[in-house]
């Protein structure tokens, strides 16, 4: 049974206010913890593991608590935050940053500018790097997973298929987005699982650019295999797409897996874009002009306290090391005088 406003979970830690929505295996809510902070948390929908065989449901929370693992590895800005999981009875739960804002796919109803849509590309591409670095895939990247913060030009990856796939039909409802979804996603067969990987992801980010660019959704990978249909350049949609842009939208969203650019990093070159992790905060069109000015400011300080720094150390050598001087036309009544003593330190 699903969960209801009110409802205390984790010693009442957490307390549900309500139903965020339902994805292909797993429920989402909105609740707040003990300080009133609001919260995400997601967990397997129940009332689905009770129609499945005991193989089945295994085969479902064994998937969900490992990616749910590697979620929780993943550290990066433009990845929604796991802040904990635990188990509610038999249910895995995990707790997740609510993000304020809006999806990307509220803006699809206008056409966005190449270099807005490319910034918001690149950030996606960048939180995709990460979650390929810890072996496993999104499986549904489409701009209403896509959330971008309020009152910035950041976008926050989330709602990750957080478990494997199994050949049944209570659990291959709604488990694919018409237009967003590669061919190999179509079927759970050993065939079909064998031939995905990044290249599954980098389809679904194409799709997601076509969309940004043209304000329409591309045919679909089955229409296009099984009907023969073509699938439309974003070009002649918007002709102020660049053909490099063009180009490798299509190369991304070729039917045959081993056709499209292997990884995330290659096809944002081919984009245009750079890779790093480090160049995403300098882009023009996703940081402000103060923090620009601040991160000036801290370079800055960075060179004074060093300098600073050089100075303190020599004037410390001085106090330690004082120089030996000798005295001029010395005298025989001269007395010794009484040995130095060491500063405090």
């Known amino acids: 049974m699903a969960w209801v406003p009110g409802q205390k979970l984790y010693r009442n830690k957490y307390e549900i206010k309500h139903e965020l929505g339902r994805g292909r295996f797993a429920i ?3 609740a707040q913890d003990r300080d009133s902070k609001n919260v995400v948390i997601k967990t397997l929908n129940p009332d689905l593991l009770n129609q499945l065989s005991n193989e089945e449901r295994d085969r479902l929370k064994s998937g969900f608590a490992d990616e749910s693992r590697k979620l929780e590895k993943c550290k990066h800005p433009n990845i929604v935050r796991v802040l904990e999981t635990f188990n509610e009875g038999d249910l895995l739960c995990m707790v997740m940053e609510y993000i304020p804002g809006t999806n990307l796919a509220s803006l699809v109803n206008r056409v966005l500018p190449e270099k807005e849509a490319l910034g918001y590309i690149q950030q996606v591409g960048q939180a995709l790097i990460e979650v390929h670095k810890q072996g496993f895939l999104h499986r549904d990247v489409k701009p209403e997973n896509i959330m971008v913060r309020a009152g910035k030009n950041e976008v926050v990856l989330i709602d990750f298929d957080l478990a494997r796939g199994i050949d049944n039909p209570l659990t ?5 987005t018409e237009g ?3 061919i190999e996603l179509y079927s759970n067969s050993a065939r079909q ?4 990987g990044p290249w599954t992801d980098v389809y679904s980010l194409a799709a997601t650019l076509y969309i940004l660019l043209t304000g329409k959704q591309p045919e ?4 296009r295999q ?4 073509r699938l439309t350049p974003p070009q002649e949609l918007n002709n102020g797409i660049s053909d490099r842009v063009n180009q490798a939208i299509l190369h991304a969203m070729k039917l045959e897996p081993k056709k499209r650019p292997q990884t995330v990093e290659a096809w944002l070159k081919e984009l245009g874009l750079k890779t790093s992790n480090f160049s995403l905060p300098k882009l023009p069109w996703t940081q402000p002009l103060w923090a620009w000015i601040l991160e ?4 800055l300080a960075l060179f004074a306290a060093l300098i600073s720094g050089i100075k303190d150390g020599t004037d410390l050598l001085k106090d330690w090391f004082p120089e030996k001087s000798t005295p001029t036309n010395p005298t025989p009544q001269q007395t010794p005088s009484s040995p130095t003593q060491p500063r405090n330190r």
């Open 172 to 176: 291959s409802r709604g488990a694919r």
């Open 226 to 229: 099984d009907n023969n249909q």
């Open 296 to 299: 000036i400011m801290g370079i």
């Open 28 to 30: 989402t809510y909105l």
């Open 220 to 223: 679909s990978a089955i229409d």
């Open 180 to 182: 967003f979804t590669p």
């Open 193 to 196: 699982q064998t031939r995905r």
